[in-house]
């Protein structure tokens, strides 16, 4: 007898996410774009949480302080998420 209600109230959680995901993309697409756009932050971006911050410094140039302040930035931005002592992509 719940198994239908439980179904509906999943089926209405999910497309709360998918609004919800569309509305923050939405939001931080100029942002992002600008990211993506210089190829030393993109690589920085795409490989957050995959790579140390020395493997990102030296693929980067960046330094460790440099890095530290964009991901800082970025959180603000609403383009990463910390994540304990990391941070992580939203998207």
């Known amino acids: 007898m719940n ?4 179904s509906e109230e999943l ?3 999910k497309r709360i996410e998918l609004l919800l995901e569309t509305i923050a993309k939405t939001a931080v697409t100029e942002k992002l774009a600008k990211v993506l756009g210089d190829r030393k932050q993109r690589i920085l971006y795409e490989n957050n949480g995959r790579l140390s911050v020395k493997e990102l410094a030296k ?4 330094s460790v ?3 530290s302040g964009l991901w800082n930035q970025w959180e603000q931005e609403g383009l990463l998420v910390k994540d304990g002592k990391s941070y ?4």
Do not use: C, S
């Open 65 to 67: 302080g440099k890095i």
């Open 11 to 13: 089926k209405a959680l």
């Open 3 to 6: 198994k239908p209600q439980m």
């Open 88 to 91: 992580r992509r939203v998207f």
């Open 59 to 62: 693929r980067t140039g960046f």
